[in-house]
């Protein structure tokens, strides 16, 4: 991972900032390429080459469902691939559709630079997804998720981790330990990539004195998790994990003492000590990103924008 002031080590113009990658959330990183979406607007982007690729899901508003996506590269082809799924978001909307409705699972390969349905291997219909950030881990994307059903007339929900696998495109599940099934709401467990396997951090408490614990994904069927260390920080107020280094530490922002500015900080599990990256923000000012990073020179056969909308490529010069 590369930490740092991202123009000193990749400059952009400012007229593809403002343009494009303004504003833009993170789906995830894979074979050292960023996926951003924004307005409608999904990016592939290499910020070592400055290229990027702008593609269009065609997402259409509508109360009763949600829209989550999916990025990764294919382990065999190593060719990006993006994931769509439409769901029913609210458990009520659930018994005024029909069953003769399939979730809408679409899948978008840069090589065609088209979409294209998926109709096998889909997740239930109960199956809710979180609302933060999934992530890539060797080719297979995972998202936090809820399993919704009714039981004598009440809802029972469980926590869960759906994965897609951007090579075989089949779904599957991973198991969480036990205590985060249905103790723990998703809004407290985030996924992660070290090191090419899956790290789960559990937030204990989000005010005064965060507790965070990290688990990683063991190989096996089903596979499970182990319990790797606790981060407990009394003389720092946590606020978010952004991401590991390859080291095992992690890149978390906290608060200052004067509760006026946050700072990114490395924490070293192996000697629980915290060290300042030297990069801060006022509170009010706009957020810290941090995202995992490899060299790649994927993208460099694309003009330096490409876009992708309803079947139809066009090129745009932003030099």
Not at 106 to 118: A, K, N
Not at 233 to 256: C, N, Q, W, Y
Not at 276 to 283: D, F, H, Y
Not at 289 to 303: A, F, I, K, R, W
Request: with cysteine.
């Amino acid at each position: 991972m590369y930490h740092g002031t991202l123009s000193s080590r990749f400059p952009l113009t400012l007229r593809l900032y403002d343009k494009v990658l303004k504003g833009q959330k993170k789906i995830g990183s894979s074979h050292g390429l960023l996926c951003l979406y924004r307005r409608g607007k999904i990016v592939i982007w290499n910020p070592l080459i400055t290229k990027l690729v702008v593609v269009v899901p065609n997402v259409a508003y509508d109360k009763m469902f949600k829209t989550v996506l999916g990025f990764g590269v294919c382990r065999e082809t190593i060719d990006p691939k993006i994931v769509k799924i439409r769901y029913i978001d609210r458990f009520k909307d659930m018994d005024n559709v029909t069953s003769s409705i399939p979730r809408q699972v679409e899948i978008f390969t840069l090589s065609t630079g088209v979409w294209r349905s998926l109709n096998s291997n889909l997740p239930r219909k109960s199956i809710v997804f979180g609302s933060g950030d999934g992530v890539c881990v060797d080719g297979v994307y995972y998202w936090l998720a809820t399993d919704r059903s009714t039981v004598d007339a009440e809802i029972e929900a469980y926590n869960m981790i759906i994965s897609f696998d951007m090579t075989s495109e089949e779904f599957g599940e991973a198991k969480l330990p036990d205590n985060f099934v249905y103790e723990s709401s998703m809004w407290d467990l985030h996924v992660y990539n070290l090191r090419e396997s899956l790290v789960l951090v559990k937030c204990s408490a989000w005010f005064d004195d965060p507790v965070y614990s990290v688990w990683m994904m063991e190989d096996g069927v089903p596979k499970s998790f182990t319990k790797l260390y606790t981060i407990h920080a009394p003389d720092a107020t946590i606020m978010k994990i952004h991401e590991f280094r390859k080291s095992g530490e992690l890149v978390m922002e906290v608060i200052d003492d004067d509760r006026e500015a946050r700072s990114l900080v490395v924490y070293d599990p192996s000697l629980k000590h915290i060290s300042n990256l030297g990069i801060s923000r006022e509170t009010h000012n706009v957020g810290i990103y941090v995202h995992s990073y490899m060299e790649t020179l994927l993208l460099l056969d694309q003009p330096s924008l490409t876009i992708f909308g309803n079947g139809i490529r066009v090129v745009e010069n932003l030099i």
